[in-house]
């Protein structure tokens, strides 16, 4: 404990010289030979940012990406997060993605994503139809066998997550 507390007292913060607004995005900043393009991409919470360094085929998502993992879903709007990640499994076979949680991913971590929130969605929509409650819903989902290896860091985050977001989206 004496140790944490040295460190977030030798601590210095930078603060931004200049606010980033969504109408101000994308935004490109000269690195000094590479390029970071700031884009605006809400989905897992209303203010998502990703940074794209496009000269080295690398994109830090944040938390839009979970690497081999559920994603946590809190006040997501799950709809548009699933549209962000057809935007990245447009980019480069090259591209090396940087999650906000877990190790460096590719296109195919974010395909893994996109199978578990398709399946999510599908699974909420035979709730609804079968005038299930949205309890009901997370309570009855199975993991899939191919993802029975991945991170569920909290069924109600996760799991529970999806249904309710899912649940406020499509009824």
Same mark, same amino acid.
């Given at each position: 404990m004496t140790w944490l507390l040295e460190a977030i007292e030798k601590a210095s913060l930078a603060f931004p010289t200049e606010p980033?607004?969504?109408?101000?995005l994308p935004k490109q900043i000269d690195l000094g030979g590479l390029t970071a393009v700031i884009e605006f991409h809400?989905?897992?919470? *209303?203010?998502?940012? !990703?940074?794209?360094?496009p000269e080295r085929d690398v994109v830090f998502t944040g938390d839009l990406l979970f690497s081999r993992a559920y994603p946590v879903v809190a006040d997501a709007d799950i709809l548009a997060w699933r549209r962000v990640l057809d935007r990245f499994t447009g980019y480069s076979r090259r591209t090396q993605f940087i999650p906000g949680h877990g *190790?460096?991913?590719s !296109?195919?971590?974010?395909?893994?994503?996109?199978?578990?929130?398709d399946g999510l969605r599908e699974h909420a929509e035979r709730m609804i139809r079968a005038g299930a409650t949205v309890e009901e819903a997370e309570r009855r989902y199975v993991v899939?066998?191919?993802?029975?290896?991945?991170?569920?860091?909290?069924?109600?985050?996760?799991?529970?997550?999806?249904?309710?977001?899912?649940?406020?989206?499509?009824?």
């Open positions: 980033l607004a969504p109408a101000d809400p989905g897992h919470s *209303p203010t998502d940012l !990703i940074i794209r360094i *190790p460096l991913s !296109i195919e971590n974010v395909r893994e994503q996109a199978t578990i929130m899939p066998r191919q993802f029975q290896h991945f991170e569920v860091l909290s069924w109600s985050f996760t799991v529970g997550g999806a249904m309710r977001s899912y649940f406020s989206a499509l009824k």
